[in-house]
């Protein structure tokens, strides 16, 4: 699943129990995380458990591709907000393993990889602790963005193998966090795979490696777009606390998704970042603001934001990203360079070449392009089990900084350098998370008026 099948996503069809949220989980292991002994997988064992936070249209998606990385790899269990998420997710990985059983006779019971009985499905803002603590080698962490940096920093102290979705903070004080928990599990040789799963398509790398080789000279300049539609509207249920409100549409909050530059079109900003060769920009100016999507039910985010990435040795780089309704959709990357150009298309990888000065086409990706998100799977479940896991967490916090001093610029209408936003004492998270604590108003930021912190 990509971000763009999100406006295919159904409204949950239950409520929620409240009673659900304060008794959390019988299984919350009270021990402190940093009480229990580290994990390093030996290589050439072959069982892995894989606990799961986050069990909607992603998670499930993740949860299925860790799975069929490996047969070794089984899914222990599980964690949610919401009861139903987890009952529907796992009914759809039952089903997925039942077809592929059916269809492959590859020996494998691929059925029985699904090992999470009922005393292993958390419920709660606490269910992360619950599934972290059941016994497993590592997490998927799903869940909605601005919970990401506890549960990385919680699972990493517990000695866990981590795949963490992207975003992976909604603010700098979150990606100082992740930094730290990335620091703290290359020393103790945990994976942590942040899901830009661009990075792991076999046809961008091809083309990405062009540009790398040199052929189109030096890149002297990119401008990516993320344009799309709008997500999805929960309309507001009686039985719904302003928080459940909030939380059945994240997408429209900044505290909870980061805004849609750093929550879906972080990918395209991912993308420029890598056609730069992943150096950091100085500083950046954006504009941007709310003009079809005004009213009160799409939260305080804005629908589009226009970005001016400047670098050290006086490159620019710009980002474009729209989330309006009946305008025309396009996720492209448009890179220069010194002998040439290169398209990259964001929704068709296939479709990437490279053209020389004249505009005559020099080279063009001819392969079959391969599941990314199986891709990362395969990768990160072998680096593993070869005992040289996987950590990008250094470059995804980058590119996550990235998308978010583009918001921090756009809402202030301030210019900000990477060390302002590096060392923003901006915090989206609120003080306590209560499915009746009030969230935070959603106040809409206006340029020139709202200060940077
Ligand atoms: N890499 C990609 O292409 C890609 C595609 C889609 C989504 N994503 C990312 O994956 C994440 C999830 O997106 P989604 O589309 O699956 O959303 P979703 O709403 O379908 O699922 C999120 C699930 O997490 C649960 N959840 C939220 N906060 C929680 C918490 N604190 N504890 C336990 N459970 C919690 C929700 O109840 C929900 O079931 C987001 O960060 C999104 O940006 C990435």
């Known amino acids: 699943m990509t971000d763009t099948t999100k406006t295919s996503q159904t409204p949950a069809a239950a409520s929620l129990n409240r009673r659900n949220f304060v008794k959390t989980t019988a299984a919350v292991a009270a ?104 016994g497993v080698d590592g997490v998927i962490l799903t869940t909605f ?3 990401r940096p506890a549960q990385i920093a919680y699972a990493v102290a517990a000695g866990k193998h981590v795949f963490a979705e992207k975003p992976v903070a909604v603010d700098a004080a979150g990606i100082r966090a992740v930094l730290a928990a990335s620091e703290a599990a290359k020393q103790r040789n945990l994976a942590m795979q942040i899901g ?73 900003v991912d993308r420029m970042a890598w056609a730069m060769g992943d150096q950091t920009p100085t500083k950046v100016t954006c504009l941007g603001g709310r003009q079809a999507r005004t009213g009160p039910e799409h939260g305080n985010v804005y629908d589009h934001f226009a970005g001016v990435y400047e670098y ?43 053209k020389n000065l004249d505009g005559q086409r020099t080279w063009n990706f001819k392969g079959r392009p391969e599941d990314m998100y199986q891709t990362e799977h395969n990768e990160l479940w072998a680096s593993i089990r070869e005992g040289n896991p996987i950590n990008d967490a250094e470059r995804g916090c980058n ?44 106040t809409v930021a206006i340029p020139g008026q709202t200060k940077f912190v």
């Not at 799961?52 to 964690?79: D, E, H, I, S």
């Not at 996720?331 to 479709?351: E, K, L, Q, R």
Request: hydrophobic share 35%.
């Open 31 to 134: 021990a402190s995380a940093f009480a229990k002994p580290l994990l390093a997988h030996a290589a050439g064992s072959d069982e892995l458990k894989i606990g799961f936070v986050g069990c909607g249209g992603r998670g499930t998606g993740a949860a299925l591709q860790a799975l069929k990385a490996y047969p070794g790899n089984t899914l222990w269990a599980m964690g949610d907000l919401f009861p139903e998420r987890i009952a529907s997710s796992q009914a759809g990985i039952n089903d997925e393993l039942a077809g592929m059983d059916e269809d492959e006779g590859s020996g494998t019971a691929w059925r029985d990889k699904m090992q999470v009985s009922d005393d292993r499905k958390f419920i709660g803002f606490d269910a992360y602790k619950a599934v972290i603590d059941s």
């Open 145 to 147: 963005p601005q919970f």
């Open 196 to 268: 830009f799963c661009w990075r792991y398509h076999n046809a961008m790398r091809a083309g990405f490696d062009q540009l790398a080789s040199g052929a189109i000279g030096d890149v002297t300049t990119v401008h990516t777009t993320y344009h799309a539609g709008t997500l999805p509207k929960r309309p507001r249920q009686a039985e719904w606390s302003d928080m459940e409100f909030q939380l059945r549409n994240w997408w429209h909050f900044t505290w909870l998704s980061g805004d849609h530059i750093v929550e879906q079109a972080i990918h395209s």
């Open 312 to 354: 050290a040795d006086g490159r620019r780089a710009f980002h474009t990203c729209r989330q309006m309704d009946g305008c025309p959709s396009d996720n492209s990357d448009y890179v220069y360079g010194t002998n040439g150009s290169a398209y990259i298309n964001g929704w068709t990888p296939n479709n990437i070449e490279t």
């Open 399 to 442: 590119s996550n900084l990235m998308a978010i001093m583009g918001r921090m610029a756009a809402y202030t209408g301030q210019v900000v350098t990477w060390d302002q936003a590096m060392n923003s004492e901006e915090n989206l998270t609120p003080d306590r998370y209560g499915i009746d604590v009030a969230p935070p108003p959603p």
